[in-house]
């Protein structure tokens, strides 16, 4: 189901396959210390960004991932859930800077969230993680991490407190608006 292509990231040789152009597409960038989980429906075009980046330049190995059976709602989704396993994972530090993804629902989600664990199965074989995601999961790096995924409920809890800030009096009828 999955196909994982692995080249140096400061080439731009990507042979002829017409998915790098129009498909989307889950990469994984990496310096053997560091990585950057992303996702584009054109890879060819994204890398070429990101070797021009400042942020990105000491990157040595990108790792494309591609399925016949991907669609934008699927990468996004994988996306998400790579970074929060990468990090609970730490065979690499991430330098994502997008933390808090929300938790969408979409057409067969519990289709692609059955083959998810193919996909993390194929990157441990490749050794670009070490655990598996049961161990991932169980662990309290993955419990209490920055990258976890917010259900509606949480977000919504996250943004009352971004407005009411530290003023204690709205924290408190915030507190007993839900039952606390």
């Known amino acids: 189901m999955y196909t994982i292509t692995d080249k140096e990231f400061h080439s731009d ?7 790098l152009n129009d498909w989307p597409m889950l990469y994984i960038l990496e310096d053997g210390k560091e990585a950057y989980i992303g996702e584009s429906t054109n890879v060819k075009n ?8 400042q942020e ?11 399925s016949k059976e991907f669609n934008q709602s699927v990468t996004f989704d994988y996306e998400s859930k790579l970074i929060q396993l990468f990090a609970a994972d ?29 996909l993390w199965d194929l990157l441990r074989k490749k050794k ?25 409920s949480q977000r919504e809890a996250v943004e009352e407190i971004s407005f009411y800030g530290s003023d204690k009096e709205k924290l408190l009828k915030l507190n007993i608006k839900h039952g606390q």
């Open 46 to 53: 994204r890398m070429t960004r990101h070797r021009a980046s």
């Open 128 to 152: 670009l993680a070490k655990h598996t995601i049961d161990e991932i999961v169980n662990s309290d790096m993955f419990k209490f991490s920055p990258y976890k995924e917010l259900n509606d």
């Open 13 to 19: 040789n990507y042979g002829n396959h017409n998915y």
């Open 90 to 118: 730490e065979q690499y530090v991430l330098t994502n800077g997008n933390a808090g993804i929300a938790d969408k629902n979409y057409f067969n989600k519990t289709y692609y969230d059955d083959r998810f664990s193919n």
């Open 56 to 66: 990105k330049r000491d990157f040595k190995t990108e790792h494309l991932v591609y």
